[in-house]
């Protein structure tokens, strides 16, 4: 099982083509190129950290058929436009604002949002979060994993460190 980690997909979210300037034609089109990169590098055992804002304009039922139709075992960490259609489907392993785990014995904290502290970063423990879309400055040990900074699709932790973002 390899553990993944992703934010900022903004499924059916039209703003996010002209906010983010995504290079896709059209919502639909952005959505089907998400779940074809998901799917491309998330196999169904594997583990996937979704960091915040997963879909918007959305309802329930395509929520689920969304999910349904992505590979792996998914976690929400809830983020500033997650609604009822997101937050309410079963389908999510766990749902939480903020989460620490251990990936590679690396601990890791998980939010939808940068911190510029957090617990033990001193100590060699990461900040994974989404939220800015690849547009903020990180600080050492901090890395933003939404798909804008990350070619729209997944990534595992030895990705984020072989590239040395955010690495000292």
């Excluded at 990180?138 to 933003?144: E, G, L, N, S």
Aim: proline residues 7%; aromatic residues 10%.
């Amino acid at each position: 099982m390899t553990v993944f980690f992703t934010a900022d997909t903004h499924f059916g979210h039209g703003g996010a083509l002209g906010l983010y300037r995504r290079p896709f034609p059209s919502v639909a089109a952005m959505d089907v190129a998400m779940v074809e990169r998901w799917n491309a590098v998330v196999r169904p055992e594997d583990e996937v950290w979704h960091l915040g804002d997963f879909a918007l304009n959305r309802t329930a039922p395509a929520v689920a058929a969304l999910l349904e139709g992505l590979h792996g075992r998914k976690h929400l960490i809830t983020g500033n436009n997650d609604g009822p259609a997101v937050t309410e489907q079963p389908a999510w392993a766990s749902l939480q604002p903020y989460a620490e785990i251990v990936v590679e014995d690396v601990p890791l904290v998980l939010c939808h949002y940068a911190f510029r502290t957090w617990r033990n970063m001193h100590k060699g423990w990461r900040n994974l979060h989404g939220h800015s879309h690849g547009r903020l400055k990180p600080m050492p040990r901090q890395t933003d994993v939404g798909v804008d900074a990350w070619d729209f699709r997944p990534v595992t932790l030895a990705e984020i460190l072989a590239t040395g973002s955010a690495g000292a």
